[in-house]
């Protein structure tokens, strides 16, 4: 089955440091791929998301770019804030007729000290 | 942007009894909602997914009798978990889609943290 793997956390950073969160699925056929950002006492937020090979989702000073040839979809920031911090959780959503569910990875908590 | 609003944010009850989660979409019709469920430390697993008006699609291994799910209109999902049991102790999160050109988009509740005793 579909699958997600991402780095284990907690990730704690100093701010204005560059960030590599790295996450590679398993999924057959094309999944299109996703960043969701968790912040404290909130829900789910979509961060950014690519659709197909080498797309490149960015949002906020996130980067992440749709490897196949690698099956991954690391999350970048060259330069982190204090705000940063939260929970950042990859997931796929397989293509097909009528399937929109997303499978996630654990979660990956970063904490950003100033 | 699109709002998702999950009531109660937390509840404790006693086992045996019954417990209902609310799902609202606040500011968009939701065509599609669905249910997760988190462990400490681990993935959003999904439970079932509802369309509005029709029976909720379970996933593998979640009893449909012991968590109802309703999705009576367009801004409303309910998950009721039913003789609750201190393993059905959990975050529920929920999610809802407008569907159409936005379907692969998911609007996230801010969960419910549910206690049995």
């Known amino acids: 089955g579909d699958s997600v793997t991402q780095m284990e956390g907690p990730v704690t950073l100093s701010e204005e440091a560059f960030l590599t969160i790295n996450c590679t699925y398993t999924a057959t056929g094309y999944p299109s791929l996703f960043w969701y950002v968790q912040y404290p006492g909130e829900g789910l937020q979509l961060l950014l998301k690519?659709?197909?090979?080498?797309d490149k989702g960015s949002n906020k000073g996130f980067e992440a770019t749709y490897r196949k040839e690698t099956t991954s979809f690391h999350l970048e920031k060259g330069s982190v804030q204090v705000s940063d911090s939260a929970v950042y959780f990859c997931a796929l959503m397989r293509s097909g007729a009528g399937s929109y569910q997303l499978t996630f990875g654990k979660g990956t908590k970063l904490s950003v000290i100033p | 942007g699109a709002v998702v609003s999950q009531h109660p944010s937390r509840v404790i009850c006693k086992s045996g009894t019954s417990v209902k989660i609310e799902c609202r979409s606040l500011?968009?019709?939701?065509?599609?909602m669905f249910w997760y469920r988190q462990f400490p430390k681990q993935s959003l697993m999904l439970m079932a997914t509802?369309?509005?008006?029709?029976?909720?699609?379970?996933e593998q291994g979640v009893e449909k009798d012991k968590f109802l799910i309703n999705h009576a209109s367009l801004t409303l999902s309910t998950l009721t978990v039913t003789s609750a049991h201190p393993e059905d102790s959990s975050f529920y999160i929920c999610?809802?889609?407008?569907?159409?050109?936005?379907?692969?988009?998911?609007?996230f509740g801010p969960g419910t943290r549910l206690l049995v005793l």
């Open positions: 509802s369309n509005e008006g029709s029976k909720a699609t379970y």
């Open positions: 999610s809802a889609s407008s569907g159409g050109a936005n379907t692969e988009t998911q609007y």
């Open positions: 690519a659709t197909k090979a080498d």
């Open positions: 500011d968009f019709q939701a065509t599609t």
